[in-house]
C-alpha cells in the first residue's frame, strides 16, 4: 500500500505582519521564517507522517533550493526518486503573509514546478499503489494526461482541486474523489456565496459524473463533508486550541484523506482524522512542519471521544 504525490515543491518565505494589511501600505515585520511547502510537498509530508509509504514526483530547480526541498522529503521517509532536477531551472518559491491570528496571503513562482511531467509521475506508479493525489500548482495537460492514463487506472485518483482555476474543471471527471475548500468551491460553482453546512453543498452533485464519485469540502471552522449521488456525510472540525499559522490546514487534510484511502479507512472516519490533523496543524508554525504525525491524531481523537 503506498500513496503518490504528482504536484508542486516550493522553498517557503513567511512573514508575519504585526497588523492586517490594507492595499499600498509598507509593513515593516519582525518575524520571518523559511521552510519547504508547496501543495504536493505538504500533502506528501501530511501521508508520510499519518503513516503510508509516500512517493513524491515533480521538479525542483539545480538549485539550492531544490537540495533543501529534496532532503527535507527523505527526511520523513518521502522517496523522491521520481523528483526530477532540473539544471538551469530555478525551484518554485511561494511568499506567505500571515496575519494576526493567523489567516494568509500566499502568492507562488510556479518555476520548476511547471515542468514537472507525467512520465515522470507514471514511472512513480507500483503495483503498491492505492492512492494517487494531485492539485493544480503544475502543468494542467501533464495532470490529465497523467490521471487519464491506463497506468493509473487501477488506483484511487484524488484532485485536490486548488488553486481554483477554470482548466481544473476538466480534470473532474477522471478523479474519484474531488476535495475543495469553501472558496474553490463556490469558484468553481458559480455561487454567489461560500457554503456553510452540509445542505448548501448539495449542488456538488453538478459534479459528479458516476455513482462512486466523492466531493470533499472543507468547511474550515465548521468540518468537513462528503457527498456522493445518493448520500452526503458531515464531520464536526475540532475546535484548536490556538491559531497561529492556517497555511498548511488544507494540505494537512488532504494528506491524510489520502492516507485513509490508502490504509483502507472509511471516508467519515477519514473525515474526522483529517479535521483532527488539521486542528493540530493550525497551532503550529509553518506549512509541512506543522504536519502531526498519526500518534497525535490519535491521542486528540481519543481525548474528545
Known amino acids: 500500500m503506498s500513496v503518490s504525490v504528482f504536484g508542486s515543491l516550493n522553498l517557503d518565505i513567511a512573514l508575519r505582519l504585526p497588523v492586517r494589511a490594507a492595499w499600498g501600505q509598507t509593513l515593516l515585520v519582525n518575524e520571518g521564517e523559511q521552510a519547504v511547502g508547496g501543495k504536493g510537498l505538504n500533502q506528501a509530508v501530511a501521508a508520510a507522517r499519518f503513516g503510508s509509504a509516500t512517493h ?31 539544471e538551469g531551472r530555478g525551484s518554485g518559491r511561494a511568499t506567505i503573509l500571515i496575519e494576526p491570528g493567523g489567516d494568509n496571503i500566499i502568492a507562488v513562482e510556479a518555476a520548476a514546478n511547471l515542468s514537472a511531467r507525467a512520465a515522470v509521475a507514471l514511472a512513480a506508479l507500483d503495483a503498491e499503489t492505492r492512492v494517487l493525489l494531485v492539485q493544480l500548482e503544475t502543468d494542467i495537460d501533464e495532470i490529465a494526461a497523467l490521471l487519464a492514463s491506463e497506468a493509473a487506472a487501477p488506483v484511487r485518483k484524488i484532485l485536490n482541486a486548488a488553486p481554483a482555476i477554470l482548466p481544473g474543471s476538466r480534470l473532474f471527471d477522471l478523479c474519484d474523489m474531488l476535495i475543495f475548500n469553501q472558496t474553490e468551491f463556490a469558484d468553481y460553482l458559480g455561487l454567489d456565496r461560500e457554503p456553510e453546512g452540509l445542505d448548501d453543498l448539495l449542488v456538488s452533485r453538478r459534479l459528479l459524473t458516476r455513482p462512486d464519485q466523492a466531493v470533499v469540502v472543507t468547511l474550515g471552522a465548521i468540518g468537513s463533508a462528503a457527498v456522493w449521488a445518493d448520500r452526503a456525510i458531515f464531520a ?53 512542519p506543522s504536519m502531526p504525525r498519526r500518534a497525535e ?5 481519543a481525548a474528545l471521544a
Open 56 to 86: 513524491m514526483a515533480g521538479a525542483v530547480g539545480g538549485d539550492a533550493a531544490g537540495v533543501m526541498l529534496r532532503d527535507a522529503l527523505e527526511a520523513e521517509g518521502v522517496d523522491t526518486a521520481h523528483v526530477e532536477v532540473l
Open 236 to 288: 464536526p472540525a475540532i475546535r484548536a486550541e490556538t491559531v497561529v499559522d492556517t497555511s498548511g490546514a488544507g494540505d494537512c487534510f488532504c494528506g491524510v484523506v489520502a492516507a485513509c484511502v490508502d490504509q483502507g479507512i472509511g471516508l467519515e472516519d477519514a473525515l474526522r482524522l483529517a479535521n483532527a490533523a488539521a486542528s493540530i496543524s493550525v497551532g503550529r508554525r509553518g506549512a509541512a
Open 297 to 301: 491524531v490519535d491521542a486528540l481523537v
